[in-house]
């Protein structure tokens, strides 16, 4: 069964931006050239675009055109690590430098609020329980590369945990710290990766369009006594982002190059 008119004319466009015909920032033919050349109707060619725009290869710009992306190396987050480390914003700027790729982090808001209740049936307390939110927005190399929010009970903070409502980054870690100050110890933690389709904001601040993907994953700590401390939602666009799992002691590191077989 043929594909769709506007699928092919999407993998024909494709093939010339990845094959560099077609090169990076540079201007798509018009919608009537485009139409004109596949003899195509202005929906099947918006269609095609809109694929593309999906698939991170182009992006339209309000009065100017659509436009070939501009090419970005995707970062690769290694997932599994030391179970009792966060992911706080001092070492995400450590982990990225040593890549030799430039970060920022904005300030930390920090509220209290009710979350919803994905975040509370995985801290495993009442629906509506209010719960102290820590957000950061971060940045590679200028980019919008990703979200997180970190949620803890309130109660921490009665205990002597103080510093997790004030909006300044916590240099040791916010899981360390709770360790120092409440006696409260990571043990692990549980990764539940989804994907899904990005909401408004995160729309905006990716600068993607409605119909992209981003990752989404809930990270859950576990103390010492093998209950829920803190759940971290981290946000993803999936064109500038990889993960990579590790399982076993001991392994090599990542080699990346440009022969796919020889990755490893």
Request: overall charge neutral; aromatic content about 8%.
């Amino acid at each position: 069964m043929p594909q769709p008119l506007y699928l092919q004319i999407a993998d024909e466009l494709e093939e010339l931006i990845r094959s560099g015909d077609l090169a990076s920032g540079s201007q798509l033919p018009t919608e009537d050239d485009l139409r004109n050349k596949y003899r195509a109707s202005r929906n099947t060619i918006r269609d095609a675009i809109k694929r593309l725009v999906g698939q991170g290869l182009v992006e339209t710009r309000p009065g100017q055109g659509t436009f070939v992306t501009t090419k970005v190396d995707p970062f690769v987050t290694v997932l599994t690590g030391d179970p009792g480390v966060g992911e706080g914003g001092t070492s995400y700027l450590s982990n990225v430098s040593a890549s030799h790729r430039n970060p920022a982090v904005t300030k930390l808001r920090v509220e209290v609020q009710t979350p919803p209740e994905a975040i509370t049936r995985r801290l495993r307390v009442p629906s509506g329980t209010q719960l102290i939110s820590r957000h950061e927005r971060r940045y590679i190399d200028d980019l919008p590369w990703s979200l997180q929010t970190s949620f803890y009970p309130m109660e921490f903070t009665t205990k002597g945990a103080t510093r997790l409502l004030m909006a300044e980054d916590i240099t040791q870690g916010a899981v360390r710290y709770l360790a120092e100050t409440i006696g409260l110890k990571q043990i692990g933690y549980r990764d539940w990766i989804t994907a899904r389709r990005p909401d408004r904001n995160e729309q905006a601040f990716f600068r993607i369009s409605h119909d992209s993907m981003v990752f989404e994953i809930f990270r859950t700590g576990f103390d010492q006594y093998k209950k829920p401390m803190r759940v971290t939602v981290r946000v993803f666009p999936t064109n500038l982002n990889q993960f990579i799992v590790d399982v076993g002691d001991d392994l090599p590191d990542p080699r990346y190059d440009d022969d796919p077989g020889a990755m490893a």
